[in-house]
């Protein structure tokens, strides 16, 4: 007798098919975000390592001080922390009261509120 072999039912072999094709989607596309990584994917100096060198430097005021005058006139408010724009020079002070987020911008030069959103 010869061997019988059976073969898969339409509906299965196409949801096999559309599978391998989603797959290959997934995989290509994976393969293409790895490929276009911007090509200034270099290491740069972190926001306080520029932030050290611009105080030590006397270019910056100490962002202990902009913290020591901000943060206790915004009674009320949880204080998240700073991030620094190196190329502006300027610190966001970051603040929470419920769900409302608050940034407040300092000149990092002369330590002065250049900004404020989210009032």
Not at 2 to 25: C, D, G, I, Q
Not at 102 to 117: C, E, L, M
Request: no cysteine.
């Amino acid at each position: 007798m010869p061997p019988v072999y059976l073969t898969p039912e339409p509906a299965e072999k196409m949801r096999f098919m559309k599978f391998r094709a989603l797959l290959s989607l997934a995989l290509a596309g994976a393969a293409l975000g790895v490929a276009a990584a911007p090509a200034d994917a270099r290491p740069r100096d972190r926001e306080q390592d520029e932030a050290f060198k611009a105080t030590r430097d006397g270019r910056f005021i100490p962002l202990r001080a902009i913290e020591a005058r901000i943060v206790p006139q915004m009674r009320g408010y949880t204080y998240l922390g700073p991030e620094l724009d190196p190329g502006s020079a300027r610190y966001r002070l970051k603040f929470m009261r419920g769900p409302q987020m608050v940034w407040i911008d300092i000149d990092a030069h002369t330590g002065q509120i250049v900004g404020r959103s989210g009032f």
